[in-house]
């Protein structure tokens, strides 16, 4: 044993000694390259004292790096993220400096702005020989592993091991959906996850349907608190308060969270030991890195941004993280140039601010969650929630099925691949889950092919003016005979004047776009208002949205009826007799159950407008600047995926269905129950019992059983 603990020590302080040497000769390498950074004296040095005072600053400024940067970046915790970011050279260099200014006789010499490039390549370069030296070394990276476990655990005084129950890890790929992720594996561009399901499969994978809404707001607030109750969309107009709800945040995050938690009693699928990690809400978890809903809470330990520290801890991490930011902007706006070299179609806007938001989509963040999840192994937490959200970024706007998303996947089968390495040196054994909360349907947007807004198109309706680009448009020449006539039909409608249904100044009708998914409501009328009032106040309105090509259906309320589904050629379907035909067809089984379902929502819009949906293509048009879009009904976005170990429970019987992200939720918290005794639901009221035991009958006979 003695001669073991000698052997580990030499080969530490070898890597060491090699790291010092590779540092210093990268100092005496740039020193004779950069005119303005020197290691000698004005009158000169030799070449041995030249060396000695690079092995001085490289000593020097790996101590500091090592002792100083965790505390510099835990005092700028309350520093908005992408400004850390972009403060992490500045901090490298200004280390450098100091370390130049410890070398004795004054020898190291650099104005500012060289010295952050010197700390770039001196963290780089350290970086990567530390890594290369490990290579091949499983004792000395588990070594490291444990660690890090160790220190964690003695920080927060925690036991790791559990009594060896298994924990459980949930990686949610957002936006991939099912078919998008089969195809990504026959591809060879998933190796990792295509291994799960090889010829000697370790996991099984499961189509779920989404919801009507089929948006991460709606998905994930029904996994992790187990309702989507009263999610009409991404965002909407609610009148009873007079606010606007969108669902990315901070303020609504929070309250959609309340909401859940008081409708189930139910804290979340996360309540006991558990992890939230670069999700929109906590899931009841404890430990919380990246969480929209607390984003806006007071106290440093509070924010989502302290989540940062674990990564920007290690100055290598955080120059390396930097620059393939950087990369990454690069890289997108050489895609977005040939894109528009070639021509492509259909093609959004890719320029402004969007490259810093999709590399802080798919560098930053990825970076940050995923070692933040791997910290949370290594700690022995009972079960870990993380949203990957590169993939769902980069498809809105380069496409679901494009070569940019498709690198974007390759990249995240990187990081699960990692995060199960990580997971063979955790305290307990990790059963790692791959989900998705929703897909995405290509197609070019509803402006792109129609030449206007959908809401030019209800301001039409309205006999409301409209902007002099819509009054312009070529939409009569672009769709189909009948969506000319409609369009052009009610651009030129006049609106009766006066009488009570004339609509008070500022109290015109909010268009709310989520994806193929619109919401129109008249805020100056209280409640929902109904199909009688709105052809009484906007005659041609509910004619020209129905019969427009770029429309599916709509949902309204009827005063006769119930609530209705309007199609083209004056379709009109009570939702009580609603079937997946007429003007749903095309749309896939349960679409007519999630209508009915979203229509007993409270804050369900006047005038709910999914679009056309192309079943041969299976393309939509969002109402937004998205080319892969998600929100509404048809084709990949209501199809995400589950992809469980084997060790689990099938998520339904043979030849079920799973339908909603509520289901989902439940089928996850029986697998938490299956692995460590009850997690879900902890004060749990009775009805909320009751519609556990009605929709899972496999759960609760599980709760029935262990009773």
Known sequence: MLQGRWRTTGRALLRVIVVWAVSTLTLLVLAGILPEFQLQSDDGDSATRTAVTAGWGAGAFGLLSALVWPLLVRALLLVPALILGMLVFFLNGSLLLIALWLIPDGRGVANPETAVVVAAVMSAVASATSTALAVGDDDAYRRRLSRLADRRRRRTGEDGGHGGLPGTVFLQLDGVGHQVLLDAVAGGLMPNVAGWLGERPTHRLTAWRTDWSSQTGASQLGILHGTNHDVPAFRWYEKDTGRIMVSNRPASAAE????????????GLLTLDGASRGNLFSGGADQLALVLSIAARRGRANRSRAGYFAYFS??????????????????????????????????V???????????????????????????????GRTAVYADLVAYDEVAHHSGPHSRDAARVLERLDRSVGLIARAAEHAPRTYRIVLLSDHGQSPGETFEGVYGLTLRDLVRAGCGLPVSRKAERTKSGAEARDAGRHAVRGALHRPEREGGEDTPARGREPIVLASGNLALISFPDVPGRMSREWIDRRHPALLRTLANHPGIGFLLVRSERHGSVVLGPDGAEVPLAELRDDGPLAGLGPGAADAVRRTDTFPHVADIMVNSMYDPATGRVHAFEEQIGSHGGLGGEQSRAFLLSPLVLSAPVPDGGELVGAEQVHRVLGRWLREGSGPQVPLGQTIAARQRQAEDDPVAAGDEMRSA
């Open 349 to 379: 806007s890719r320029g402004g601010l969007y490259p810093l938001i999709r590399a802080f989509a798919t560098v930053v963040e990825r970076d940050v969650v995923v070692a933040a999840v791997m910290g949370d192994m290594l700690a």
């Open 314 to 347: 290690d100055p290598a991490n955080a120059v390396r993280t930097v620059v393939s930011f950087v990369a990454d902007v690069a890289r997108e706006i050489g895609q977005s140039t040939r894109a528009r070299m070639r021509d492509d179609r259909p093609r």
């Open 256 to 267: 959609l969270q309340r909401r859940a938690i008081e409708y189930t009693g139910d804290g």
